[in-house]
Structures are given as C-alpha cells and as structure tokens.
C-alpha cells in the first residue's frame, strides 16, 4: 500500500471526509487493545509504532536483541512475517526460507538472533520458548492484545511524527493516540525534524521514558560506493528517509524511485531499474529490505540482485545507559 500524502500534512478536506469510517476504525482497534493478554512465562519486550509505515522498528529490535545477549540472554524476535506465506509457528531459516516465505524483515533479523515467524503471537511465543528462548523481542505488536508485554516501546520517526495524528483510513494512527499511550512504556524518536518536538511533548505529558536515535549507514559500505553516481530505489515505509540517509551520508543519488511499503518487485520492476542504470551510468542502490525481497528470483530480478548494492544502516540510541537499565529491571521483575 502507498500511504496517501494527506496524511501527512494538516487536516484538510480529505482527511475530515474519513472521519466517521475513522472513528468506527479507531474504536473497534481501542476495545480489542483492552483485551488481556496471554502470558508466556518468560518476559515479552514489544517494539511497535503508533502509525502505520516505517519508523526503524526492526533497527530498534535489533539493538534490544544485542544489549539482551551482552546481558547473558537468549533473546528470540517474534515477528508476523508481514508479507510470508507461511503463518508458523516456525523458526526462519535464512538458508532456505526467502521473503516469499516469511517475509523481508525476519530474514534481516535472522541475522542477530532466532526468529520465530507467527501468524498467531501467543502460540509463536510459546513455540520460541520451547525453542530455548530466555526472552522474547517482538517486531510489531504493539496494537496486538494476544501477548502480555512486559515492556512496550514505541519507535517515532522524528521528521514525520504522528502526520495529521487522525486514525486510519483519516490518518496514519494505527488507533487512537490516548489508547495507544495508555500501553507504551517508553518511545524512541528516530531522527530529527517538526515531528520529533511534537512526539517529545507528547511523551513528557504522558510521563513516559524518552530514547532519542539515529540511523548510521555503515562507514565500509559508503567507502566502497566512493565517488560513484547511483539509482537509488526503496520499497519501504518511507523511502525518503533512505534518500536522505545516502544525501547525508554524501552519495549522490542522481536519481530515485519510490515503491510501496514491501513491494514485491516483479521482472519489469527490474528491466526498468536497469536500464535506466545503464543509461545513466549509475550503480542501482537499495535498502537490506529490498535487497532481501529480490533474493530467490531469475531473470531479469536476479541480474539486479547481482549489480545492486545495499547500505546497511545501524542505530545508534544515546541513552544506551537507560535502555539497558530499562531492560535490566524488566528482566529482574
């Protein structure tokens, strides 16, 4: 889905015209949200968003899971598999499972630490505990009631924000903002902008813990682009952040091409993207995400595959000290 631009600006017409189918959205999301969730027996740590799109979820994960294993953890991520065909409960195995399978993000995950991928959360949590998890970390959630969390964190995108802050189809909220706070401990903002003040105040009002981040491409991967022109294509939450990441990191992106959120990119995808390379001289460059979902195909796929490079990217959280503390006290309690 390509999230529509009025949800990002001020309330206008279009947003005010979803209002009632809005309202009926977001009342339906706050009930099921009161639900009590099920307990697994080991601590459940949630990483979600309130809006939907991309806001560094699986960056966030990623870090938790690695301060977890310093702590002398087994953590496992729990994750859905947006975009897999397989509902689980199964454990990813990046050696035959491809983006098809299990989605884009369990296989960026897989990397770091087990991943269960589960349609149904509480029965994948119980299937990563019988695997020998000490600890489950869970990519998306937030809104699901099925799983007791013993902590949530909720990641912003600093320049973005909450857009009109009206929920879903009105505006990005994935349900209202006070039901949704009501069950967050703390929120990372990612990356600087208008949006990142407006999620501060919220959060102090709310009395709730403040983590501010930032996403670094990897310094080796920028090195090795050099000097060199590139097409720069992303089918992510919100592509002009990966634009901005390469502008700032100073590789030229002479030009770009947006996709949707998981877009699954078919052989046409691919003859376009190269041609224009070729054209311009230019070095295709994407996101883990894209690169993953490209992986498996013939063609034309896989010759984009074997030219395109991607840019990792690593988050780095300046209160380091109060997440792991954050994460201490949840594993003592």
């Known amino acids: 889905m390509r999230e529509p631009s009025f949800w990002w600006e001020r309330p206008g017409l279009w947003s005010r015209l979803l209002w009632p189918a809005a309202f009926v959205y977001g009342a339906i999301a706050a009930h099921r949200m009161r639900r009590q969730g099920q307990s697994v027996g080991i601590p459940v740590i949630c990483v979600g968003n309130f809006t939907l799109g991309g806001t560094g979820k699986t960056p966030t994960a990623i870090v938790i899971a690695r301060l977890l294993t310093d702590a002398g953890e087994k953590p496992f991520f729990l994750t859905r598999g947006y975009g897999g065909r397989l509902a689980g409960p199964l454990r990813v195995d990046p050696a035959t499972h491809r983006a098809a399978d299990v989605g884009d993000e369990p296989l960026l995950l897989a990397r770091h630490?087990?991943?269960?991928v589960a349609h149904d959360r509480?029965?994948?949590?119980?299937f990563a505990r019988g695997e020998g998890a000490s600890?489950?970390?869970m990519d998306d959630g937030l809104q699901n009631p099925s799983l007791k969390k013993d902590v949530s964190l909720a990641v912003v995108d600093?320049?973005?924000g909450l857009g009109n802050a009206a929920v879903f189809p009105a505006g990005p909220l994935r349900a209202p903002l006070r039901a949704q706070l009501d069950r967050v401990n703390a929120i990372l903002i990612v990356g600087k902008g208008a949006g990142a003040a407006q999620i501060a105040e919220i959060a102090?009002?709310?009395k709730r813990i403040v983590f501010h981040g930032r996403?670094?491409?990897?310094?080796d991967a920028v090195k090795a682009l050099g000097r060199k022109k590139v097409l720069a294509f992303a089918g992510i939450g919100d592509p002009e952040k990966f634009f901005s990441t390469l502008a700032t990191a100073g590789i030229e992106a002479t030009a770009e091409e947006s996709f949707p959120d998981h877009h699954v990119y078919t052989q046409a995808d691919a003859e376009r993207l190269l041609a224009r390379a070729d054209t311009d001289k230019l070095v295709p460059l994407t996101t883990e995400k894209d690169m993953a979902r490209l992986a498996g195909g013939d063609?034309?796929?896989a010759t984009l595959r074997t030219r395109a490079k991607d840019l990792?990217?690593?988050l780095v959280i300046e209160e380091d000290g109060a997440l792991r503390k954050l994460l201490r006290q949840t594993l003592k309690a």
Do not use: C, E, M, S
């Open 113 to 116: 630490a087990p991943v269960i």
């Open 135 to 137: 600890v489950i970390v």
């Open 312 to 314: 990792p990217v690593t």
């Open 299 to 301: 063609g034309a796929l």
């Open 158 to 160: 600093g320049r973005r």
């Open 122 to 126: 509480a029965a994948g949590a119980a």
């Open 204 to 206: 102090r009002a709310g």
């Open 215 to 219: 996403l670094d491409p990897k310094a």
